[in-house]
């Protein structure tokens, strides 16, 4: 069965900082993974995803995140955190894609001044 | 192109009630997904359509979970009766069937309280 680990239920990091929220996944094949970012009163919008091409994945608002098989891990970054990058995020992972996404416990992400 | 909606945006009710949520998905995608996020856990799937088919029931905690999805466009679900730990977010999420690794869109989701 797959599943997701992230580390650090609440992460905080001031204006300017590098941001970095771990994700580690489990699964018995090669696996779909997937950024989600939920604002305040928003639903979950998709930073980005890895469906097998390159490793290194480019999202939305400056996010990036690398796949590496060895460690299972897909750690989410941003060189530079921006007060509107405030929100919880959430790693997702699915096995065959386009089927049922199993989702690790959320990171929320506090910009501090 | 409108997104993902849900209805209500909040629901409280009494134990033992009815209640009844709804989801309408981006026109023309052909699969359907609920989810719950019960609080402070992760969240978590409770099943797949794909156009009025059940895929995956396979999250559906129990039978007082019923979903429907009549002629393959909105969603409900209606949980009877409803019980203390049915409170929740649920969500609702629609793709294309196009690729299998494609994107699935979130609407903003339902929060239940049931007291």
């Known amino acids: 069965a797959q599943s997701v680990t992230q580390l650090g239920s609440h992460v905080s990091v001031s204006e300017g900082a590098l941001v970095l929220l771990r994700c580690n996944y489990s699964s018995s094949v090669p696996p779909y993974l997937f950024w989600y970012v939920q604002y305040p009163n928003q639903g979950l919008q998709l930073l980005l995803k890895?469906?097998?091409?390159?490793?290194l994945v480019k999202g939305i608002n400056g996010f990036e995140a690398e796949f590496k098989k060895s460690e299972t891990s897909f750690h989410l970054t941003k060189p530079s955190a921006h007060m509107s990058d405030a929100a919880e995020y959430f790693c997702a992972v699915s096995e065959f894609g386009n089927e049922k996404l199993t989702f690790g416990t959320g990171t929320r992400l506090t910009i501090i001044p | 192109e409108a997104g993902v909606t849900q209805f209500p945006s909040h629901s409280v009710i009494e134990k033992g009630q009815t209640v009844t949520l709804r989801c309408d998905p981006i026109s023309g995608h052909d699969n359907l997904y609920w989810y719950r996020r019960v609080m402070g856990k992760e969240i978590k799937f409770l099943l797949h359509?794909?156009?009025?088919?059940?895929?995956?029931e396979s999250g559906m905690p129990n039978n007082r979970f019923l979903a429907e999805r009549t002629g393959g466009t909105y969603s409900t679900l209606k949980v009877q009766p409803a019980e203390l730990e049915d409170s929740g977010v649920y969500f609702c999420a629609s793709s294309q069937e196009k690729a299998k690794s494609d994107t699935q869109y979130f609407g903003p989701g339902t929060r239940l309280t049931v007291l």
């Open positions: 359509f794909v156009k009025e088919s059940k895929q995956d």
């Open positions: 890895y469906t097998s091409a390159a490793t």
